[in-house]
C-alpha cells in the first residue's frame, strides 16, 4: 500500500497549550516573589485619633525597639543622621521629615533624634501613629512623680 505524499498538509498552527503552561507558571512565580520585594520595618505605632498627613516629598526617620535609627531603610547614628538630612534641606528647602517610633521607645531618645532633625534645620517634622480604634481601649497614661 502506498501512501500519496501530495494529499498530506503541514500543520502550521501554534500549540497554545505549552504557551499557557510556561504564562501560568510565570505568573505564579510573580504572585509569590511579589509580597517579599517590599521589606518594611516592623514597629507597634502608637494609636492617635487626628491623623491627618498627606503624600507627599518627604524623609521617614524610624526608631526601632532596639533604639537604632534609620533613615528610610539605611542605619544611622545621629551625626550621619544630622549630616544626611542637611544635605536633602539643602537640595529641597520645604522637604518634610516624618518620625516613627516604637511605643517602647523612652521619650529622651526620641527628643535626641528630634534635636537632630532641628538641627538640621529641618521645621517641617512629623510624628506617625496609627489610626485610633474606637473600640480598642488604651491604657491610661501615668504620671510618675
Do not use: C, W
Request: proline residues 5%.
Amino acid at each position: 500500500m502506498i501512501i500519496e505524499s501530495r494529499n498530506r498538509q503541514f500543520l502550521a498552527e501554534i500549540n497554545v497549550i505549552p504557551l499557557v503552561d510556561v504564562v501560568l507558571v510565570l505568573l505564579v512565580i510573580f504572585m509569590v516573589t511579589a509580597p517579599m520585594l517590599h521589606r518594611g520595618l516592623d514597629l507597634e505605632l502608637p494609636s492617635s485619633s487626628s491623623n491627618t498627613i498627606q503624600a507627599q516629598e518627604r524623609l521617614i526617620v524610624t526608631i526601632q525597639r532596639d533604639r537604632t535609627v534609620f533613615l528610610g531603610n539605611d542605619a544611622v547614628n545621629l551625626t550621619e543622621l544630622r549630616t544626611r538630612l542637611t544635605q536633602a534641606r539643602q537640595a529641597n528647602p520645604s522637604i518634610s521629615v516624618y518620625l516613627r517610633a516604637d511605643r517602647s521607645i523612652p521619650y529622651g531618645t526620641i527628643v535626641s533624634v528630634m534635636d537632630e532633625i532641628k538641627r538640621a534645620k529641618i521645621d517641617r517634622l512629623g510624628m506617625v501613629t496609627e489610626p485610633k480604634l474606637e473600640h480598642v481601649q488604651e491604657e491610661p497614661i501615668r504620671s510618675t512623680q
